[in-house]
Nanobody, 125 residues
């Protein structure tokens, strides 16, 4: 059962931008940190970015630094992922994840107990 819902995926040309959003299915949902992961075809799911609510600390995978920005969304406990200068290698299903405890490491999918069903991002060359 998905606890989070992602929106905003789609098809974009290389160099373009997209903004993903993630909203909990329950209004009372709270978290310690939230993150974005992605699954590129033929590969395992990989870390993209995370935000810890205490101090709004963010971290990024090296492959997206300087191009992607994770931030709080329009409501509490929601997040967004603004993606600029998209590349064909960014093509993937993007997943939102949440952790209520503060597990580490923040870039491991095993630290997150709550997930969305994913949204497809396709970047054409």
């Amino acid at each position: 059962q998905a606890h989070l819902v992602e929106t905003g995926g789609g098809l974009v040309q290389a160099g373009g931008s997209l903004r993903l959003s993630c909203v909990p299915t329950e209004r009372s949902f709270s978290s310690f940190q939230m993150a974005w992961f992605r699954r590129i075809p033929g590969k395992e799911r990989e870390f993209v970015a995370t935000i810890k609510w205490w101090g709004n600390v963010t971290n990024y995978a090296d492959s997206v630094k300087g191009r992607f920005t994770i931030s709080e969304g329009d409501a509490k406990n929601t997040i967004a992922l603004q993606m600029h200068n998209l590349k064909p290698e960014d093509t993937a299903v993007y997943y939102c994840a949440a952790d209520r405890i503060g597990y580490t490491p923040f870039d491991s999918e095993h630290s997150y107990a709550y997930w969305g069903q994913g949204t497809q991002v396709t970047v054409s060359s």
